[in-house]
């Protein structure tokens, strides 16, 4: 017997190309299974390389870049689920971002944060696309939708990329 679909963790690199179609996929099965979508995008950690560290001053100041592009990103999602939602509007029979729960945009590593927020949010399924095309494609896709299927119990489907 299926386990009960009733939260999707949608989880995205906010790219052009796999956002609008891995989305799509979310939105159906949100609405297969009248389920609740979060969406998630987390924010890398930035590194820092210096002999002794970083001055307070300079950290004060990435600390409220970071910030702001939180802001960014979550008015970024929001722009994109609306333009998205629009156009499909007429194919769903309704306005696709009543069936958005939340929005996340943590700052971390995305294999953890996309773990972390499926475990506290109770997302029974994860939905991901591959996160960078070109010459690192293979490594990407791999370092992070391999890592998510090896250390989650929770279903994962993965939407890959259309041939050109």
């Keep these: 017997m299926m386990p009960e679909v009733k939260k999707i963790l949608y989880a995205t690199d906010l790219s052009q190309n796999t956002s609008s179609l891995v989305f799509s996929y979310a939105v ?4 297969r299974f009248n389920a609740q ?3 998630l995008h987390s924010i890398e950690n930035i590194r820092y390389m210096g002999d002794d560290g970083i001055s307070i001053e300079l950290g004060e100041m990435l600390e ?3 910030r702001q592009e939180r802001k960014t990103n979550i008015e970024e999602i929001n722009k994109r689920i609306e333009a998205f939602c629009k156009r499909t509007e007429t194919q769903v029979g309704f306005s696709c971002t009543q069936l958005v729960s939340k929005i996340l945009v943590p700052q971390g590593n995305p294999v ?3 773990l972390k927020a499926a475990d506290e949010e109770g997302c029974d399924v994860i939905v991901l696309g591959p996160h960078k095309k070109g010459f690192l494609k293979e490594a990407f896709l791999g370092s992070v939708t ?3 299927l090896e250390r989650t119990s929770k279903p994962v489907f993965v939407v890959p990329m259309p041939s050109k």
């Design 112 to 114: 953890d944060e996309i």
């Design 28 to 31: 159906d099965l949100a609405k």
């Design 64 to 66: 409220e870049a970071k």
């Design 146 to 148: 391999r890592s998510v």
């Design 37 to 39: 979508i979060v969406i």
